[in-house]
């Protein structure tokens, strides 16, 4: 100490207030940073209202997950995730909730659920018919024909054993977890994120499965026992930091209804120090095979690059996407996917801990990224611990905007520190044009504004009016349903895919809509936002473009265009067969 | 020759060194005369010894005198790579000599080769071991080499003692250095109480509070050692850097004013008071960028107030090709190279070269900050980038290790912060 008397003033200075702060956020990292300054408004309308129709429609129930003003370990506070699936495909979007439970026992509302959409505004739980009543701390939620019956199957991660659904076909699922291979041996795992991806291109989907950390209740610090388990000095829940990595596993769909493990052979266990949490598996290099990103809390993202071989290489961190643009770890949770600049290529905006922007990456088409939160103007925003995100046109103007939900996992903090509140409101960013977003605090309604403590979201026109709304995770609360309401009509156009030689699902496959001088990439994928599935349907809003041409990169390596598609209705494309009759609902 | 040599032993030195001149001039390679001439001018203490010196290494370079010699010469003049350069060749001649051997660990640690002073200092507490100073020289080398364990154990005999303020300083550091906070404190406290006088002292422990986020444990202290010495500049600054991380910025100025009031010369003073305005105004960069403007035309020259600037303009999000980017960029270079040493304007100026797509020099930037920081996770992070945009992979496999241990290390340190908060129950 003798010698840095003076290096304490020069040391002092140069630390910037952020790595100061980092020390303060103790089990998830957090950087600290300040908020970007907020430009002046834009003064444009903003032309998408959102109103939550939640208890209107029928969704009562709340989502049970953990403690109500206290968390006594992680498990309890992470949440979960919700999907958009048609599972009866009469071309309305059915809702799935996943749910937790409580450390004391389940009370009697405790179970993931699934809403059958009545067609005219309202659900009916149908879980219990449709065999799907189940109880435990679930986390994700995948959906995809893994048996390519024609028919979206489901899985959900537990902290316990991971569950796959086999739809039936007539309105009923079976559980086949262990008929499909997937029952884990060993001690319990922490499934957290999910992915149906045909990673070989062979037409069957495989399942990517994240992994949390490994815990146990009875190796579990509690509240305050470690330098891990406070916050704001105050004592939380621990973790994740202070407790071991999870494992991702890659299991590969032999076709005949069964899986196996290739998490070695395909290079996937070499990540052993990240705390995975949100999947999104899509072709970011643009080279016909997909890659794998995770979202990964307090520790750097990973994306598995795909050799074409059966291998995977990760090169998070190389190629961008795995620390903040000044190499320190972030609280990754949520993921979106879209293409903001409308460059023809997948961009991704990740969500973090309060005190740190989300991040804002741009693809160069190679699956290389660049950081451009602040360029974007979307580094306006730390108040809040975010969660579900998504990239969607929500205005239908022709260029995507940007939601996410947030809710601090510390219900217990804003007793002491009421400055941190655990229900807080959701966060929408309206695409500017001009490679800027802007934050909207007021005129994009109620359902944004209100404070809940939510988690997953999952995006998809439930009423199939061209819009796209969002059903939401709200912890030990019924679910948010946010109705999206156009003031002003503009143009959109849905495509459904259907693929053929590529899985059924044609889950992998990238479109680019070029409409009005403007080219827009969007992927279809199992999992994105937090935990969460979106409606299959690519929603596409033209602005005032008629028309649409379209290219498709199918999974199977296919390249297909279509050209001069008129607007304002969904479009059915099956893989080589170009525009066929829509099933169900049609416009 | 013969003559010197008289007059040598007569201890006419003036006389003798005539004489190796002449013989010089007749016979410029002669050796006795040249050794008899450099040992008069190195022990006068002038700078015609190296010379001389140079030209005995000529004639017989394995003549580990010479080497010694010029090695002290140069330890002396601040030159330590030289030195070292002739140290490291001196061999048993440094063996009798305590001070050389000395000079040689002084060096090495300034050359940041802990581990060669630390088997110097051994070698020369071996042949002294009841020096004081040679025993805290071999402790600051083992703490400077990451050895804290042997550290403690080489300081704890002088702690057994009567220490003096110096060792229980070093002690306090050491103490740290092996996350024994409490007694860390403990030795610092007990410095304090024997002379609470000595200014460093409340620094260190200011010092320490930061480490441990124990910011207002940090400024009592400071305030026991700003009745002990109202007028000392260095406490101001101290605690006003405290303030700062409590956001308590009105203080917090007040303390820079003060400081540069009862010393315009300590130059930090300015530049804090530009970091303040930069923490103050977080969500007002505009402000803070004219506050440090207004620093800056009175110290042009400030390096941190530069970085500073540079810092705020591209927080502030200049894009390239702007003026304001083209600024920001101006600022950082003039403070890199006002200070090389400062390790966060390279950060920033490889920031700054990457967005603006220079990706060569942001690699260069990021070298430079990686010599004198080598676990820098931005600069580490940054030139993973800078060479997967230049299509120079080759070296990317190795950087991404030593991120990935930088992290953890980062993370450790981050434990070790918050496992101890220090809190000050009564003045010393």
Redesign the interface.
Known sequence: ?????RS???L???A??QQ?A???Q?GIASRGV????KPAPSGRPFNAEFIDVAKQSGLHAPVIYGGIDQKKYIVEANGCGCAFIDYDNDGWMDIFLLSGTRLEGAPSEATNRLYKNNRDGTFTDVTEKAGLKAVGWANGVCVGDYNNDGFDDIFCTYFGQNRLYRNNGNGTFTDVTKEAGLVQSGPARWGAGCAFVDYDRDGHLDLFVSNYIRFSFENAPVPGEK??C?WKGIPVNCGP??LPTGRHVLYRNNGDGTFRDVSKQAGIDVAI?SYGMTVVAADFDEDGWPDIFVACDST?SLLFMNNHDGTFREEG????VA?S?????QAGMGVGIGDYNLDGHLDLFKTHFIDDTSGFYRNDGKG?FDEVT??A?VGVETRFTSWGAGIFDLDNDGYPDVLFVTGSVYPEVEKKLPQYPYKTRRVLFRNLGNGTLEELESQCGEGITTAHSSRGCAFGDFDNDGDIDVLIVNMNEPPSLLRNDQKVKQNWLKVKLEGVKSNRSAIGARVIAHYGGKSQAQALVSQSSYYSCNDPRLHFGLGAAMEVDLEIYWPSGLHENLRHIAGNRLVTIREGAGLVPNRGWSR | MFQGLAYSGKKDMKSALASYQQALKVSPDYLPALEGAAQIQYESGSPDAIPLLEHVLKVRPTDVTSHAMLAVIHARNGDCATAVRHFSQAGSALESQPEALQGYGVCLLQLKQADEAVRVFQQLITSRPDDVRCRRALAVAQLAADKPLDALTTVRPLLEENADVSTMRLASAIYEANKDTPNAVKVLHDAIVKDPTQIGLYVDFAELAMDHQSFQAGVEMVDAGLKAQPNAPQLYMARGVLYVQLADYEKAEDDFEKAERLDPTLGMSAAAQGMLANEQNQNDPALALATVRGKLAKKPNDAFLLYLQGAILSKMGAEPGSPEFKQGLESTKRSVKLQPSLTAAHNLLAKYFLDGGENALAAQECRVVLQQSPTDQSALYHLVIALRKTENQAEIPDLLKRLAKARQVATKQEGERNRYKLVVASEP
């Open positions: 100490m003798t010698l840095n008397r304490f003033v020069l002092s200075l140069c910037s207030a100061l980092t020390g303060q103790q300040k908020a970007q300054v330098s891990t406070n930091r202070g120090e750097p961190v190389t190629r961008g620390l643009d000044d190499g320190m770890e290389n602040r360029a103007k």
